[in-house]
């Protein structure tokens, strides 16, 4: 009984490569500076909490970077 042993495993270069391009990266990045105004939007220690800037606008922004985000990683 004769035992096998294992060959190294060799890595060609498509392997190496990147999941996504330099692109996707760059746009994945700006959606989650968008995210992060729409969080900085929404905090805030003076004047109403129910105010348009905390209820309706900071979500929104913060709904459009994800939006955003799932483009970029959909791109090709």
Known sequence: MAEK???PIVKD???S???FSKKNYQLLLISIAIVAV????MMGTTGDIYDFRRTLLAPLVVLSGFGFGIYAV???
């Open 17 to 19: 490569e990147l999941v």
């Open 38 to 41: 729409g969080f900085i939007l």
């Open 13 to 15: 270069a498509k392997q």
């Open 5 to 7: 042993k294992a060959s």
């Open 74 to 76: 959909l791109k090709k």
